[in-house]
């Protein structure tokens, strides 16, 4: 399912980027039939590929009712302070995607297992928040914890964070 191309810096080739539908030969077509054709066959290529993405690790006790999910750099901090908080008798599910895109079964499995789950992300407007909820996560399930002040989280603010938006809430 996956046309030919040439690749960008390839000797004698040439590769042009426009806003244009292409055909499976790499030639522009503004031809609705063609549109339908290459926008089933790129859906197809996401089904194909899906099972053979990087599923995401968890850590935690799974049968606490509370979850938490963050990507990247949070990861180590989620789990800093939900060591913290276990040495004070609270438990906590972690979940950490390695794949953001498409959105994977288990992380909404995950989601909706869970009677709250606090995603932590380094942004304005909760960006994973809203991805996930619009990949069928339960809307009421999900609580944001957002800095985007251009500083990483600390585990002694993580802890703060956890217990007002899910521990005491």
Same mark, same amino acid.
């Given at each position: 399912?996956? &046309?030919?191309? &040439?690749?960008?810096?390839?000797?004698?080739?040439?590769?042009?980027?426009?806003?244009?539908?292409?055909?499976?030969?790499?030639?522009? &077509?503004?031809?609705?039939?063609?549109?339908?054709?290459?926008?089933?066959?790129? &859906?197809?290529?996401?089904?194909?590929?899906?099972?053979?993405?990087?599923?995401?690790?968890e850590w935690g006790d799974e049968r606490a009712r509370l979850g938490i999910i963050g990507v990247g750099v949070v990861g180590g901090v989620i789990e800093e302070a939900v060591e913290r908080l276990a040495r004070q008798g609270h438990s906590f599910h972690c979940h950490r995607p390695r794949t953001l895109w498409p959105v994977l079964p288990d992380t909404i499995e995950f989601i909706n297992a869970h009677e709250r789950v606090l995603v932590v992300e380094q942004s304005q407007s909760g960006q994973l928040a809203d991805l996930l909820r619009s990949a069928g996560a339960r809307h009421d399930h999900i609580v944001s914890i957002l800095r985007y002040d251009g500083l990483q989280f600390t585990a002694g603010e993580m802890v703060q964070r956890i217990m007002q938006e899910g521990v005491n809430a």
């Open positions: 399912g996956i &046309s030919p191309m &040439s690749f960008p810096g390839t000797r004698n080739a040439m590769n042009l980027v426009t806003g244009n539908e292409r055909d499976e030969w790499g030639r522009v &077509s503004t031809e609705p039939v063609n549109r339908v054709r290459m926008m089933d066959k790129r &859906s197809r290529k996401i089904e194909t590929i899906t099972p053979d993405l990087p599923k995401a690790v």
